[in-house]
């Protein structure tokens, strides 16, 4: 994900500092997982950008990347007396929040963050919230607190609902949030207004919050994947990977990224629950059938590939002199990489062993370690060099360490599909009728999915995509 360039802000943090940690741990973030940023960019003037959840303060870091604006924004109070963590919240401008569950004595203290985010919305400046109040691994969207909407609904009040403030949804979805570079898809609605909610605002603020927070979470909604059982989101994701392959939209063997398949996963998630509720004997038929190609795939190691029909020579052929003339020619770099940087990739590891964190905030150490790592190991190496070599040395490794490092992974990545590609095609070879297996499974399975799309209500009403038809995740 390419970062948006930056807009000044009327009501930002002042100095280099904030937008140079947002810089550079936007791009540990970016680094650390696959990134998607999809959708318009954001407006100008008074803003509230409003996002799901899903992993702690990966999260906020993830909504910094995909903005050209600076969003200040609300974070728990408690982080705040983190030395470090703290330190970087101020800078950033972030504004905090007292919540029940954290010390609810200091719960007064939040009349103080709703004028300063309403001080920031007058001044045309932009906060960066999230209305679910916690960072959670549901299936689904946790239930919105109204703290965004009574802001924005204060914001326009105090400005005599002339204000014009907008308030962007965004969705974050992650494929596995605990595991570096998996893709994470990074959605941005459209912006919509407030101020329709005047009169019922002046009638009953509380009853205006309540419906302006039903949009916002439908919003984010929209931009998100939500399932009604975890066990759903597996299955979904192998039945639209194996549709598309079976109708020769995507490659057998291709690895599309998660933004890029994210509508298609939606409309198939809303016509699995739409089968579930209008036909339990249907959807129970499917899900077995579903189960059992998924322990095939699974048998014969296909990962996130599908098993092709056949293996033709003329393909083959320039699969291996492509990605084997790549892996050769990268080699040197790639090894220099894997030398530099095997100390800093451990390192993760270790701190998670030691310091036992929740599962919500894995993540959010792992990237911490290797920020922090990452910046010991490049200034080692560089004062290293500068002392074997003098400054032109130096200076040459201050940008050969991080080349080495990216060219690194990229190698590890492309060898990781060559492995997965050859064991496949060497298991399958000699056995026709695995193959056969498969082919006669997509079959029924794409004929099962075209029925269900036939009697699926429009896809205006579940999602903005009909499996019936390719589709890319812009």
Not at 100 to 110: I, Y
Not at 114 to 124: D, N, S, Y
Request: hydrophobic share 45%.
């Amino acid at each position: 994900m390419t970062p948006m360039p930056e807009r000044d802000e009327p009501h930002s943090p002042r100095g280099r500092f904030p937008k140079l940690v947002v810089k550079v741990v936007g791009a540990a973030a970016a680094t650390f997982y696959r990134v998607d940023r999809h959708g318009p960019p954001l407006p100008d003037g008074p803003l509230i950008v409003a996002a799901n959840h899903p992993n702690s303060l990966l999260d906020p870091i993830l909504v910094f990347r995909g903005s050209e604006r600076t969003t200040r924004p609300l974070a728990r109070a408690p982080l705040f007396d983190k030395i470090l963590l703290g330190t970087i919240l101020r800078a950033l401008g972030s504004i905090p929040v007292h919540r029940r569950e954290d010390d609810p004595e200091k719960m007064h203290l939040n009349e103080g963050m709703f004028r300063e985010a309403i001080t920031v919305l007058l001044q045309r400046g932009a906060i960066q919230i999230f209305p679910e109040g916690r960072s959670h691994s549901q299936s689904s969207l946790a239930q919105f607190r109204t703290g965004a909407a009574r802001i924005a609904l204060r914001a326009e009040d105090a400005a005599d609902w002339r204000l014009g403030l907008s308030i962007v949804p965004v969705g974050i979805t992650y494929s596995r949030k605990e595991r570096a570079r998996t893709s994470v898809a990074v959605r941005f609605g459209r912006p919509f207004a407030c101020a329709d909610l005047k009169d019922a605002y002046r009638h009953d603020p509380m009853l205006a919050a309540r419906m302006l927070t039903r949009r916002i979470e439908a919003a984010v909604r929209a931009l998100t994947l939500n399932f009604a059982d975890p066990r759903d989101r597996p299955l979904v994701e192998m039945a639209e990977q194996m549709y598309v392959r079976e109708s020769r939209w995507v490659p057998w063997r291709a690895r599309e990224r998660l933004g890029t398949r994210f509508p298609r996963l939606q409309r198939f998630a809303a016509g699995l629950e739409w089968i579930r509720r209008e036909s339990p004997e249907e959807h129970a038929a499917l899900v077995a059938k579903v189960e059992r190609y998924a322990a095939l795939h699974a048998y014969v190691g296909a990962g996130t590939g599908d098993v092709p029909p056949r293996y033709a020579l003329t393909p083959v052929a320039r699969y291996i002199a492509v990605r084997g003339t790549l892996l050769l020619l990268t080699f040197p770099l790639a090894l220099a990489g894997v030398l530099v940087w095997a100390p800093v990739v451990r390192l993760p590891a270790i701190v998670v062993a030691r310091a036992k964190p929740d599962f919500e905030v894995e993540a959010t150490y792992k990237l911490t370690a290797l920020l922090f790592g990452g910046a010991l190991a490049w200034s080692l190496w560089v004062a290293a060099v500068y002392l074997a070599g003098g400054t032109a040395a130096a200076a040459a490794a201050a940008l050969a360490v991080p080349v080495c490092g990216y060219v690194a992974v990229q190698w590890l990545e492309l060898a990781r599909e060559v492995r997965e590609d050859a064991a496949l095609f060497l298991r399958l070879q000699g056995r026709p009728d695995v193959r056969r297996q498969f082919a006669r499974l997509r079959r029924e399975l794409v004929a099962t999915f075209q029925q269900v799309e036939r009697r699926l209500p429009s896809a205006s009403d579940h999602g903005n995509v009909s499996p019936s038809r390719p589709a890319r995740g812009g």
